[in-house]
């Protein structure tokens, strides 16, 4: 059974940090994408960073380009989403997502995306 597990949410007042975890059992996922994903209270799930099958190649939502880094440990079957300088608009659950196969073209999609984990929740304190 493939599980993708985050950690690493909480409260954090703004201007702080966080960094999440998502691991991965049941399968590796070394060679395809794998990204984070977050919905905010009364939205919809939004694309928050993504990146290829290496860690060189990575996308970000414009609203957190400079503040949030993805990145990823194939051996470890995990990849992280380090949070800077967050502000209350962050606050959200956190969804990790995995492609059991390879993306063509864009990887900021939901909908190429088959692997999701139950998210974690991020809240940030003005």
């Known amino acids: 059974q493939v599980q993708l597990v985050e950690s690493g949410g909480g409260l954090v007042q703004a201007g702080g940090s966080l960094r999440l975890s998502c691991a991965a059992s049941?399968?590796?996922?070394?060679?395809?994408?794998m990204g984070w994903f977050r919905r905010a209270p009364g939205k919809q799930r939004e694309f928050v960073a993504a990146t290829r099958s290496s860690g060189g190649n990575t996308d970000y939502a414009d609203s957190v380009k400079g503040r949030f880094t993805i990145s990823r440990d194939n051996a470890a079957n995990t990849v992280y989403l380090q949070m800077n300088s967050l502000q209350p608009e962050d606050t959200a659950v956190y969804y990790c997502?995995?492609?059991?196969?390879?993306?063509?073209?864009?990887?900021?999609?939901?909908?190429?995306?088959?692997?999701w984990g139950q998210g974690t929740q991020v809240t940030v304190s003005s």
């Open positions: 997502a995995a492609s059991s196969r390879a993306i063509v073209g864009t990887i900021t999609a939901e909908r190429k995306y088959d692997c």
């Open positions: 049941g399968r590796t996922f070394s060679g395809n994408p």
